[in-house]
């Protein structure tokens, strides 16, 4: 398989406190990875360093093949936990934004997601709920013909009905040729999505790889492996 994203060694630090030590991590093309672990593990910072939001301290991070800068953020689609949508736009002028700022999306594709999703056009983003913004970031990051899409926990602080529309477009969106690294703490939910599995604790790898491997071989799910790796 072809190897889309790795870090050597990658370090990342606040002042005194380090969110990544000597992370190695090799993703692989076409594969759904879920990024799994407690709060302050690091899941947020990797996602951003990704993204070319964060430098790192020290290491590297290669995405195919080049370090994080203007040429692997147009390939990198990334849905951060925060809102980042402009509250006194209305969907469609959103949509129009997005088409302007990104060459690879694809607006038909934002306005069958936004069907499915039971959001309009013409509703306008500050008076959305919070499920329904949720539904509406992930639109406007999955519209996009990205190689890699970066979902940090994108089930979170929402209710069962926006959760399971969620996962619908993440499951119709999938191709061979994109890979996807998740976060959530909804980890029985993504069980069925994730092809690969990494668990990182204070910034480091503690137990990764393949998900039906780690069934068979631990004879439990991963949401009872995510018990055991952190003593839940």
């Given at each position: ?6 870090t ?13 030590a ?126 890699i899409?970066?979902?940090?926990e ?30 959530s ?6 069980e ?31 949401e ?9």
């Amino acid at each position: 398989m072809t190897v889309l994203l790795k870090t050597d060694n990658l370090n990342k630090g606040f002042f005194r406190n380090k969110a990544l030590a000597n992370l190695n991590l090799e993703i692989e093309k076409g594969k759904v990875y879920g990024l799994l672990g407690p709060n302050g593990s690091g899941k947020t910072t990797f996602f951003k360093i990704a993204a070319g939001l964060y430098k790192p301290s020290s290491g590297s991070m290669l995405i195919d093949g080049r370090h994080v800068g203007v040429e692997t953020r147009k390939i990198t689609a990334f849905m951060p936990t925060e809102d980042f949508l402009f509250k006194w736009m209305k969907i469609k002028m959103l949509l129009n934004f997005y088409a302007d700022m990104y060459e690879d999306f694809n607006i038909d594709q934002a306005r069958d997601f936004l069907e499915q999703m039971e959001l309009k056009e013409d509703m306008k983003v500050k008076n959305l709920s919070t499920g329904m913004k949720a539904r509406l970031k992930l639109v406007v990051t999955m519209a996009r013909k990205a190689s890699i899409y970066l979902l940090d926990e994108p089930l979170n602080g929402i209710d069962i009905i926006s959760r399971d529309k969620i996962m619908k477009v993440i499951v119709s969106s999938l191709h061979e040729n994109c890979t996807v690294i998740v976060s959530s703490h909804f980890v029985s939910e993504l069980e069925a999505l994730m092809d690969e599995v990494i668990f990182l604790d204070k910034g480091s790898v503690v137990l990764a790889g393949n998900s039906e491997q780690f069934r068979l071989e631990r004879k439990c799910s991963i949401e009872e492996l995510y018990k055991e790796v952190y003593h839940a």
